[in-house]
């Protein structure tokens, strides 16, 4: 039996009926003809997902709502485009450098590209602006940026890794006002996910290499202080990538090589998990009118199309709880 079908069956039963186990796969990669090889938690509830486009992405990330640019952006990421979702459904491309890593909205109107080793603004939220650099960051051509986001006070943050996922070489950074980046944290490896909780007191970060998402303290003076573990995941499940904290609270993990998304409460306990046809989950955020669909985006890098023919499609899910508003940048 596929595995990927069952995941995606069983969660649509009723959203809240218990569901006993989540599956994990087997190393392969395959979708199809294998069977369970790990029964994971228990889990209160699992929540069907559905694909909103074609496969429009090689490698889709950092999917952003915004009000002031009127729906949904994300990436593509090692193709350098950032891609738009209509109101009626079509998707728009904009290429915008080697690598596009993230965008996310400023606070004076327009919107920040992350690119390969420069930051990009756009004074206009138009997705055809023009864009001005804030300078190289570094001259390393075996550096390059990956996630990021805002904190509460519009302080834009960048994460890096090494293009061969190199132990240590990346690092997480907060960016100044004239766009020169400060480390905050050395020696990362895949720098990803990150997000506040809603009274911005805490903030949830992931380096995928380390199979945690990590929580920090957070006040506007002192900055991410007081890192710790939230939560660990388990390799056999997939490994943490992009994040959203939802208005409770709750922590959404996209897992990578996972098929899935989990939700985690405010104390840790996986309480919610999203199936998806496809293995490689790489990020997720809070869209719509009331904030209350959960987009998803996947990857197709390296993956048999034949097997997993919605890879690289933006996916979305009915979580039944709204997010919060993306935090933009001061930049």
């Not at 805002?150 to 943050?157: H, K, N, S």
């Not at 989990?262 to 719509?288: E, I, M, Q």
């Amino acid at each position: 039996m596929d595995i990927a079908v069952a995941l995606v069956d069983e969660a649509e039963l009723p959203r809240h009926r218990l569901v006993r186990y989540v599956v994990g796969y087997d190393s392969s990669g395959s979708m199809s003809g294998t069977c369970p090889v790990r029964l994971v938690k228990e889990i209160g509830m699992t929540i069907a997902s559905y694909p909103v486009t074609d496969p429009v992405a090689e490698h889709g990330e950092g999917p952003v709502w915004s009000g002031q640019w009127g729906g949904l952006r994300w990436v593509d990421m090692l193709a350098g485009d950032v891609l738009m979702l209509d109101p009626d459904g079509n998707v728009r491309r904009r290429h915008v450098a080697k690598v596009a890593a993230v965008v996310r909205p400023r606070v004076s109107g327009g919107y920040v590209v992350a690119a390969e080793r420069e930051l990009l603004l756009a004074d206009s939220d138009d997705l055809d602006a023009p864009l001005r650099s804030l300078g190289e960051a570094w001259n390393d051509p075996a550096i390059r940026m990956n996630e990021g986001g805002c904190d509460p006070d519009g302080r834009f943050y960048i994460g890096t890794m090494a293009y061969d996922e190199s132990p240590g070489r990346g690092s997480f950074y907060v960016a100044e006002l004239d766009g020169t980046l400060r480390v905050v944290l050395p020696e990362v490896t895949i720098s990803n996910g990150f997000d506040f909780s809603p009274d911005g007191s805490l903030a949830y970060y992931t380096d995928t290499a380390t199979g945690r998402v990590d929580v920090f303290d957070y006040d506007p003076e002192g900055g991410l202080s007081g890192r710790r573990p939230f939560v660990f995941i388990d390799r056999e499940v997939g490994a943490p990538d992009g994040l959203t904290v939802d208005d409770e609270g709750g922590v959404w993990v996209a897992l990578w090589q996972g098929a899935a998304v989990h939700r985690y409460d405010v104390g840790g306990r996986l309480d919610a998990v999203v199936g998806l046809p496809v293995r490689k989950v790489t990020s997720v955020a809070f869209g719509g009118e009331n904030l209350d669909r959960l987009f998803i985006t996947t990857s197709a890098r390296d993956v048999d199309r034949a097997e997993q023919p919605e890879a690289g499609s933006l996916f979305a899910a009915d979580p039944g709880v709204p997010g919060r508003p993306v935090l933009p940048t001061t930049l």
